[in-house]
């Protein structure tokens, strides 16, 4: 515990230096490797979510548009 009055005293003088450090019990060191870890497996899970909303957001592939369904109904002689 670094804390407490530190003198420093030569011949003549005498200096005293009070020292209040408060350490961290719960802190983790964050070094580069970690660091890039992290904004890898972001960009990752970010394009991984847009691929899934892509997919999911409503291409009916299978049916036809709603344009041609309007096409072939007004197709009718007695309408034109």
């Known amino acids: 515990d670094p804390r407490g ?13 009070q020292v209040h450090y408060r350490m961290c019990q719960n802190c983790i060191e964050v070094d580069a490797p970690t660091i890039s870890g992290i ?9 991984f979510l847009a691929v899934a909303v892509y997919c999911i957001s409503g ?17 009718n002689e007695l309408y034109q």
């Open 5 to 17: 009055l530190y003198t420093c005293e030569t011949e003549t003088q005498r200096s005293s230096l």
């Open 39 to 47: 904004v890898v497996a972001d960009v990752v899970a970010t394009l």
């Open 59 to 75: 291409h009916d592939r299978g049916h036809t548009s709603r344009a041609s369904d309007r096409q072939n109904l007004i197709a």
